[in-house]
């Protein structure tokens, strides 16, 4: 019997272990074996926040890799400081306890300055973007106008929300109904399926999202919503890392890698957004 009891356990112990190491596996195979909430936060290491659904900034490429245009600069800043990046995806709704936590240093995705400036301690801006929409290529929508009564997207969090419950809320009440989701890819989905008319999104988003082959049918209203300029988002306050990553980046702006990086996303409009020094 002891024999008998002894064997089930070793038997229920493997199946535990074999069942662990699997679901281990799958679980960063999406992407969320990204071990980097367990790395030192110190002066070696600069762990950069960002959603890994906003494309050509930062995007997911699988098995828990990230790129991007602002991820490249952030690795080159880190590699000419002797730092460790870690790239963290993060919930973009909880962007600001990320950060006054501590469990990133900045913010660097895409991340609009205007209507934020007190709210952190910021780079110089480095990309004019501006706010479009995208509909489908067979859709009657072709200004800003054709939107009244239609259903919109906008990401949860996102500059252009705050625009459109603001000064451009009478833009967003001529809608039929507006729909903060949590990331754009989710948003583009939803259009492509019809359960929204339109999506409000940042224009290199914009240009990504309707020149990947995985989104074809989309096209892009050739109307601004809002013009705003990119830049790092630092803990207020923070002036001694903001200003010693500024210091690099116009190292970097100086010899031309700025811009170099920025062709590697020139189907994307970032060469012609970039803001030269």
């Given at each position: 019997m002891n024999k008998k009891v002894y064997f089930i356990f070793v038997m229920v112990l493997i199946a535990f272990l074999v069942v662990s190491t699997v679901s281990a596996g799958v679980f960063d195979f999406l992407g969320g074996g990204n071990n980097s909430r367990a790395v030192a936060n110190n002066d070696n290491t600069l762990i950069v926040g960002f959603d890994a659904n906003f494309p050509p900034?930062?995007?997911?490429?699988?098995?828990?890799?990230?790129?991007?245009?602002?991820?490249?600069?952030?690795q080159e800043v880190c590699n000419r400081n002797n730092w460790t990046l870690v790239k963290q995806p993060i919930d973009w709704g909880a962007k600001d306890s990320e950060l006054n936590s501590g469990a990133?240093?900045?913010i660097w995705n895409g991340f609009s300055i205007n209507?934020?400036?007190?709210?952190?301690?910021w780079s110089n801006p480095y990309i004019n973007n501006k706010q479009v929409f995208v509909v489908k290529s067979d859709s009657n929508i072709?200004?800003?106008?054709?939107?009244?009564?239609?259903?919109?997207?906008?990401?949860?969090?996102s500059s252009v929300s705050s625009a459109l419950k603001g000064d451009n809320k009478t833009l967003a009440d001529t809608f039929g109904r507006m729909v903060e989701v949590a990331d754009y890819n989710s948003a583009i989905l939803d259009l492509k399926v019809g359960h929204c008319d339109a999506v409000i999104l940042d224009s290199g988003v914009?240009?990504?999202?309707?020149?990947?082959?995985?989104?074809?049918?989309?096209?892009?209203?050739?109307?601004?919503?809002?013009s705003e300029q990119y830049g790092i988002g630092f803990k207020l306050g923070n002036t001694q890392l903001k200003d010693q990553v500024q210091k690099t980046l116009d190292e970097m702006y100086a010899d031309g890698t700025v811009s170099k990086i920025a062709e590697n996303y020139s189907s994307y409009g970032v060469p012609e957004s970039l803001i030269h020094k």
């Open positions: 900034y930062g995007f997911s490429v699988g098995r828990g890799e990230y790129m991007g245009f602002d991820l490249d600069l952030a990133i240093d900045c209507g934020r400036e007190n709210d952190y301690t072709n200004s800003l106008a054709d939107l009244k009564g239609k259903n919109v997207e906008v990401q949860k969090g914009a240009q990504y999202q309707v020149n990947n082959g995985n989104h074809s049918g989309l096209k892009i209203i050739n109307e601004t919503v809002l």
